[in-house]
């Protein structure tokens, strides 16, 4: 992220007047529970120290003039009364959706100047969108003194991405952006939205891998991923796969298309594999959390489908070196993107190692290795 200093100059700069508050939100990994959030189910994700900052100040019109830092300094404004789709800079409709949410829930606000930079790795499912929405949404309730709760501004960012920019997605990552805590992972319940959080051990170091394969076709095939699901939960009479359980599946086992079982089965375990890692994170109870974990990959490679060769070979290369004494697994909605292992702060050098020494030669791609600790979130009391 670009030091405070340089972003207040360029603000003045761009603006003519120094901006009148600095919001943000982070991004967010997911310990365990994947594709479990749209299905009513359970995750257990912490919010991290990479995020994206809005540097902002009101304007008495209707126009909301950006300024996006990190993407060449692109610059661009709309009318908050003519607010549609822009196909030229489509990190703007995160804005675009989550400004449109808030005023259909009534909310009274009128333009602003902003100024947006983040660093959340794009495109490698650690949410950099839903820390944008976040981040415009804190920002909007600061300006305008909104009494917006941070569940509000998660459905309103989840909105944003299922009613504007044509993502189905759960409301995980906006959940855990807006209200993460610091140290803490949080065990969310995706149907009632409430949660617990579950300190992460103090020996322990939240590292992740970031296998660079650029996600692809992710929105259509996470559409259909939720497409299936939402198929075998109406083939039980069910409003979500939450409400079925692994021996219901079973026992229909020969009524379901075998491709839709395997997703209803990565589904129903997930969500009891997740509420298992709770407990097993409360416990510090490393083999129970290693061999979740492991289970949850396993799932989501072959059962679910959404992993790719290059995540599992980062998972093969990084159990290896931890054995029983931490965990790891794909993290986030896959098809590329990152894994995450939790370990002993004493196993970090030997896992940074082997993940350098081995995934390239494997895979003739650079990973990035990022040590992350687990955060507030933004409207965290
Ligand atoms: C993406 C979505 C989330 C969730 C995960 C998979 O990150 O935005 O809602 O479904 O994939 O767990």
Partial sequence: MQAQTHLNDC???????????????????????DH?????????????????????????????????????????SFDLDDVSFDDSALWSNYIRGSLIELMSAGEDIQGANLLISGNVPQGA?????A?????????????????????????????????????????????ISALGKKSHAMLLDCRTLTYNYAKIPTDMTIMVVNSNVKRELVASEYNTRREQCEQV????????????????????????????????????????RTIHALTALNDNDMPTLSRLMAQSHASLKDDFEVTVPELDILVEILSAVLGNRGGTRMTGGGFGGCVVALMPKALVEQANNAVLEQYQVRTNIKPDVYICTAEQGAFTA
Avoid: W
């Fill in 125 to 129: 499912g650690l949410s950099s969108s």
């Fill in 233 to 272: 939960a109406k083939f039980f009479n069910k409003s979500a796969l939450r409400d079925v359980t692994l021996s219901q599946l079973e026992a229909s086992k020969s009524d379901i298309e075998d491709q839709l079982y395997r997703r209803a089965r990565h589904v129903i375990s997930e969500n009891e």
């Fill in 131 to 175: 820390s944008f929405e976040i981040a415009i949404l804190k920002t909007f309730a600061d300006l305008y003194q909104l009494s917006l709760s941070g569940i509000d501004a998660a459905k309103m960012g989840q909105g944003a991405e299922n009613n504007f920019v044509g993502c189905n997605c759960g409301i995980m990552d906006q959940l």
């Fill in 36 to 76: 479990t959030d749209y299905n009513d189910g359970f995750v257990l994700p912490a919010a991290i120290n990479f995020g994206t900052s809005i540097l902002a100040s009101k304007r008495t019109d209707r126009l909301v003039k950006v300024i996006a830092i990190d993407i060449n300094n692109e610059q661009l």
């Fill in 11 to 33: 603000f003045k700069g761009a603006y003519g007047q120094s901006a009148e508050l600095t919001s943000y939100a982070p991004g967010r990994v997911n310990l365990i529970g």
